[in-house]
């Protein structure tokens, strides 16, 4: 078996979780990354595997959970300039 491109996935998380299905969840930058088992997107997950997050200007994911009720579970920190700062929670369907 072959993992994604020479060996590595795309995205570099170090935060890795799997969900129900067997498929590698990763956080990038603005939101959530989903990998076949073999590191290649998964395509019927968002836009090419990456569902974006919809947090204010600058934002920061500190851990994702993916739950038996098939929704993935965001927490991060979040800071828009026009309202305020605050940590957020994030519920995705997949």
């Known amino acids: 078996m072959t993992f994604g491109t020479n060996g590595t996935a795309p995205g570099g998380s170090l935060l890795v979780n799997i969900d129900n299905n067997g498929k590698i969840l ?4 603005g939101g959530i990354q989903r990998l076949n088992a073999d590191g290649i997107p998964d ?7 990456i569902v974006q997050s919809d947090y204010g200007n600058v934002g920061t994911e500190y851990a994702a ?3 038996s009720d098939h929704q993935i579970v965001i927490i991060g920190y979040s800071y828009d300039s026009s309202t305020s700062n605050g940590d957020f929670v994030k519920r995705i369907w997949y």
Do not use: E, N, Y
């Open 26 to 29: 990763q956080l990038v930058p």
């Open 43 to 49: 395509t019927t997950f968002g836009q090419d595997g």
């Open 65 to 67: 959970i993916a739950q």
